[in-house]
């Protein structure tokens, strides 16, 4: 596979997890089913449209029919899955949250890599790609982003997309090991035994 066939897998995987971690945001936030669907589908294609359009590409989803598909298909079940008794387990939004992470990370490096730009670029869009679902999802609940206070998402999509873009000469190595890495930083963010520091302020 070359670099745009892999960025086409990865986003697959990572509109999926997103789609389910909207969806059990939303269903925590009490949305109604309409407000379950936007949300589902803001988180799951979010992060690639804004990293496609600043990139100057026509959004993957509105090329590749099938992204909305699975983005569809992956929120109607997370819904259908809540009417009947679920409720989102932290585990198992930490680990959809981890796993989008880790497949979006690396196509922002991949397609910087592909668009002739350095590593600013590829750092920039890694986060971009891996953290605009997830904060565009907070926002709709009125949530501060979780990015900006306590997980490392942007931290390890950073990390993620540097290795990515050092070894994109091998796009599949690269997606991989860049994957891995941003997968795994974001768990461990989400134990909530490290993160980073952060400056407290007096009582008001």
Same mark, same amino acid.
């Given at each position: ?24 945001v ?12 936007? $949300?589902?589908?803001? *988180? +799951?294609?979010? &992060? /690639?449209?804004? %990293? @496609?359009?600043?990139?100057?590409? !026509? #959004?993957? =989803? ?45 196509t ?8 002739g730009l ?6 920039? $869009?890694?986060?971009? *790609? +891996?953290?605009? &679902? /997830?904060?565009? %999802? @907070?926002?709709?609940?009125?949530? !501060? #982003?979780? =990015? ?16 990515t ?40």
């Open positions: 596979m070359d670099a745009l066939d892999l960025v086409l897998v990865a986003d697959r995987i990572g509109i999926v997890a997103f789609a389910i971690s909207g969806v059990a939303g269903i925590r936030a009490k949305l109604d089913l309409y407000g379950l669907a936007a $949300l589902g589908l803001a *988180t +799951a294609i979010g &992060g /690639g449209t804004m %990293r @496609d359009v600043v990139i100057g590409d !026509v #959004p993957r =989803v509105f090329e590749n029919t099938d992204y909305l598909l699975f983005a569809l298909a992956a929120t109607a079940v997370a819904i259908a899955a809540g009417a009947l008794g679920w409720r989102a387990p932290g585990p198992i939004l930490k680990t959809a949250d981890a796993i989008g992470t880790g497949a979006f990370a690396p922002g490096a991949l397609l910087a890599f592909e668009a350095d590593w600013p670029a590829a750092m920039i $869009l890694a986060i971009l *790609t +891996a953290t605009g &679902g /997830g904060v565009t %999802r @907070d926002l709709m609940v009125r949530e !501060v #982003p979780w =990015v900006l206070h306590r997980g490392l998402n942007a931290s390890a999509s950073a990390l993620g997309g540097l290795i873009f050092a070894l994109a000469e091998d796009a599949t190595v690269a997606l991989l090991v860049g994957g891995t890495i941003a997968m795994t930083i974001t768990a461990l963010g989400h134990t909530e035994r490290v993160h980073l520091p952060s400056l407290r302020g007096g009582d008001d």
